[in-house]
T-cell receptor, first 112, second 112 residues
């Protein structure tokens, strides 16, 4: 079984709709992250969390919000989706000692 | 200036060739260094860490030059399965955030 899972894997929605992307992990890591990836732009950090009570903005947090429901769960919400939020979204966790990050399989989101 | 800069390529090489990727990072406080591999539309996966003394893992060799703030990845005897995008990744010294900074990636295609 995968250590980091994301749901849904694909989603098509319309402008203005509220969307939630979910991430779960079984690695026991405290640190979790949300990234988006666009062609030619690489990975950009949206939000990150050190533990259940800690939430921090990344470099492109506008238009997004997150919720850390438990150590194992970190959700990303688009309150009112817009077309330029069409992208591939990755959740990741990291090991405190090595700093290595482990990624989920990604969610491909299309906003029409 | 971007935290991590990579030549985007693409690199197109025949099977059996040796290919090298380079990466520079801007922050001298960077502490940990990694190479990740990303297949098309898949999540990034850790390929190898990069240590100050250089390190090798089979056909892959990573080098770090702290004075020049430069990281390299050498792939010997390229295989078709090496075709992917290679991401250079750094983490800052003193950061408690576990935040990684990703290059945009170098695309490699190995042809038969």
């Amino acid at each position: 079984d995968a250590d980091v899972t994301q749901t849904p894997r694909n989603r098509i929605t319309k402008t203005g709709k509220r969307i939630m992307l979910e991430c779960s992990q079984t690695k026991g890591h405290d640190r979790m992250y949300w990234y988006r990836q666009d062609p030619g732009l690489g990975l950009r950090l949206i939000y990150y969390s050190f533990d259940v009570k800690d939430i921090n903005k990344g470099e492109i947090s506008d238009g997004y919000s997150v919720s850390r429901q438990a150590q194992a769960k970190f959700s990303l919400s688009l309150e009112s989706a817009i077309p330029n939020q069409t992208a591939l979204y990755f959740c990741a966790t990291s090991d405190l000692v090595t700093g290595m990050q482990y990624f989920g399989p990604g969610t491909r989101l299309t906003v029409l | 200036r971007k935290e991590v800069e990579q030549d985007p390529g693409p690199f197109n090489v025949p099977e059996g060739a040796t290919v090298a990727f380079n990466c520079t990072y801007s922050n001298s406080a960077s502490q940990s260094f990694f190479w990740y591999r990303q297949d098309c539309r898949k999540e990034p996966k850790l390929l190898m860490s990069v240590y100050s003394s250089g390190n090798e893992d089979g056909r892959f060799t990573a080098q770090l030059n702290r004075a020049s703030q430069y990281i390299s990845l050498l792939i010997r005897d390229s295989k078709l399965s090496d075709s992917a995008t290679y991401l250079c990744v750094v983490n800052r010294r003193g950061s408690t955030l576990g935040r990684l900074y990703f290059g945009r990636g170098t695309q490699l295609t190995v042809w038969p």
